[in-house]
């Protein structure tokens, strides 16, 4: 198989009249060489060491097997010398074509560079806060990308080199001369990248005081806001409990929106100071951080005047409900006295009185049930001789009630004569 294999390399490397091989071809004879002398070097290791110990017709074979392969490997080897500058040809060219596609797309990448830049190029010396902020992400991010494709590719370009100079030379000089050319638009795109960050670097200080003064006037306008708010609020405090926690609830949020635009700005400049990287100016970090104090100043003052009012209208609403509980008590109280003349006017006479009669009538209620009497015989046993639907005298009446006690068997009615007249 071996052998048949070399066959086939000798045939492609014996071009039909003025045919030229492929690089295609090329490249696969190139891979068949190296597989052969790899299958022949261990042919060859395998029959000299089972050599030694074989005998008779066996060690015959294997001298004529190891002849056969040896002649194969010198067949090899003019096949692979007879070919070399056409295979180092294919070998530097696709190097070379390599290179140069990594090259491509490194001076390709800078046109993203260049796009992320486009709105400084405008003619514009600032640009809107937003738009700059935008860019300037951008064109880091464009830098990045830049800046990891010319490392690979150097790093590709100076490996190659090396295998270029192990080439033939009449080989490899026009391939290192292409290499160290293609070399040179590296290096420009390098120095172009070197610009481009500098310029980058210098609109980068630029939008972040533009972001840094934004965030400040945001949050004065924040804070003029929650100030304007309060003005004349000690003068407006009529007002319902409803109508005083919509307001207080709309100050709220107007001072709660303040504070956080003002905690958003100082925020913004305690990481620029700790942004070693695009360091700001020392000088306007330090005039920017004073009128943040300042404004917080003017926060603080607003939030008083709302506690302050806040306290007053509390005060105000409990005032009236107070105010009204005692109205209401009022009417409570004539209502008790009222209710209870009848227990204090005269030593509360009515009332005794009153409650006397509901004993009586419920001890002859009692009575008359127990002795089967019917109830109008009580007037009868009062007054004997009054005619029916006439009227019992009171000296009769006062006379009957001091018989009550015994009749009823009811000590507890044995009451006074003064309480039996009343």
Excluded: W
């Amino acid at each position: 198989q071996v052998e048949a294999d070399v066959k086939k390399a000798e045939l492609q490397t014996t071009p039909i009249g003025d045919e030229t091989p492929s690089n295609e071809c090329i490249i696969e004879l190139g891979k068949m060489i190296a597989t052969l002398q790899n299958t022949l070097q261990e042919v060859v290791k395998v029959v000299e060491a089972a050599q030694p110990t074989a005998q008779g017709s066996l060690k015959a074979r294997m001298v004529t097997l190891l002849e056969r392969a040896k002649t194969s490997q010198e067949k090899v080897s003019e096949i692979k010398e007879t070919t070399r500058e056409q295979r180092e040809q294919v070998e530097c060219q696709a190097i070379v074509d390599e290179a140069r596609a990594k090259v491509s797309k490194v001076e390709e990448s800078f046109q993203k560079c260049e796009e992320a830049e486009a709105p400084y190029l405008k003619g514009m010396e600032i640009i809107p806060v937003a738009e700059a902020t935008k860019a300037v992400a951008d064109s880091i991010a464009a830098a990045a990308i830049m800046q990891k494709l010319i490392t690979e590719t150097r790093t590709f370009m100076m490996g190659k080199q090396v295998e270029l100079k192990k080439l033939m030379e009449a080989v490899s000089k026009p391939g290192i001369q292409e290499m160290q050319d293609l070399m040179k638009k590296m290096e420009a795109s390098i120095e172009k990248l070197s610009d481009f960050k500098k310029d980058t670097e210098s609109r980068q200080k630029v939008a972040l005081h533009q972001e840094a003064m934004t965030k400040v006037a945001t949050a004065e306008e924040a804070v003029k806001k929650a100030s304007e708010s309060v003005e004349g609020l000690s003068a407006d405090t009529d007002k319902s409990q409803e109508e005083a926690e919509a307001l207080m609830g709309k100050l709220a949020a107007v001072m709660k929106e303040a504070e956080q635009k003002l905690n958003e700005a100082r925020q913004f400049l305690e990481e620029r100071k700790r942004d070693r990287k695009v360091p700001l100016d020392t000088k306007e970090m330090s005039e920017t951080a004073a009128k943040l104090a300042a404004t917080q100043v003017d926060l603080s003052k607003s939030k008083s005047k709302v506690e302050a009012y806040e306290q007053t209208i509390v005060a105000s609403i409990l005032t009236k409900e107070i105010a009204q509980m005692l109205c209401d008590l009022e009417k409570e109280t004539e209502q008790v006295i009222e209710e209870a003349a009848p227990l204090v006017e005269e030593g509360g006479k009515k009332f005794v009185v009153a409650s006397m009669v509901r004993m009586i009538t419920e001890a002859l209620v009692e009575y008359c049930g127990r002795e089967g009497i019917p109830r109008q015989n009580i007037f009868r046993q009062m007054s004997p001789d009054t005619p029916e639907g006439g009227k019992v005298l009171e000296a009769e009446f006062v006379a009957y009630l001091e018989t009550v006690p015994e009749k009823c068997g009811r000590p507890d009615l044995a009451f006074s004569a003064e309480q039996r007249a009343a």
